[in-house]
């Protein structure tokens, strides 16, 4: 186990770790790929890589709902709130795979306080950067609805934390996950202060159509079985000139890992080296414009072996560890 430390506590370390014990409580049943098992995984692979003890670990308090209702419509707020069952072993169905137990509520806040938390240490420059390990994922939470795994919208509810609370200027969000984030897309569509880049494989769920790029939206269509070498192409021609443009004050990353070639939810072909190779491009990127300033939360990823060996490989580059 790493050392652990307050919210409040200086560092002198440039990444933390955060979680907390309620992510792992949210179960969807044992046919769900959305596992509590998924981060035991990363913690696994964290303590295999020899990196563990060298990151500080910490955990944020939950999200108020306020912070949520920046991002989400009180409709959708309260239909998780609502609906939590009493109790255990029984859930309630949002949609076809997104379903709540009796801790979902508490995972969910816990998920969004947890990147919360993460952002306000790194813009209060007590840490250079942070991975939260937490679920229940939330790039695919809309507005106005929780869809595909995720309820609550992680990354969009702390980038607007950091735009409307912390009076950041202007964001970035990168989202490598193998699924279009379709809820991310829609948080902003219409806030030119936070550029969105991302690839996805299409056609694949959500389904969302191609959209042109603009000076705020680079989100690139990929086919089926794209490995490395496509995906190292289009962030060199397409992000990262988007990226300088647009001169984020702080990055924030929906880190997916079902890209990955052993994740059969997905089609792609990634490897660990990749994520890696592009934690490296965003972390260039964060030291040009941002002060360092980058917070990557965990998204999809459902080979468990793949998952953390694929975590451990960006944490340990977002450490300058590798």
Known sequence: MGRQHSATEASDMTTAIYTHPDCGRHDMGDWHPESPARLQAIADQLILAQINDLLEHRQGPPAPVAALERV??????????????????????????TLLNAHSWNAALAAAGAALAATDAVIDGEIENAFCAIRPPGHHARPTESMGFCLFNNVAVAA??????RGLERVAIIDFDV?????????????????????????????????????HRV????PARSAGDVVRQLVLEHWLPALHRQRPQMLFISAGFDAHREDDVGGMGLVEADYAWITRQMMAVARQYAGGRIVSCLEGGYKLSALGRSAAAHVKALAELD
């Open 72 to 97: 989400h419509s009180k409709g959708a707020i309260a239909v998780v709130r609502d609906n939590v069952p009493k109790a255990e072993g029984e859930y309630y169905p949002l949609d076809g795979d």
């Open 160 to 165: 607007r934390h950091a735009l409307d609370a």
């Open 179 to 215: 699924h279009h984030g379709n809820g991310t897309a829609d948080a902003f569509a219409r806030d030119p202060r936070v550029l969105m880049v991302s690839f996805f494989q299409h056609p694949f769920y959500p389904y969302t159509e191609p959209e042109p790029y603009t000076d």
């Open 219 to 222: 989100n690139v269509p990929v």
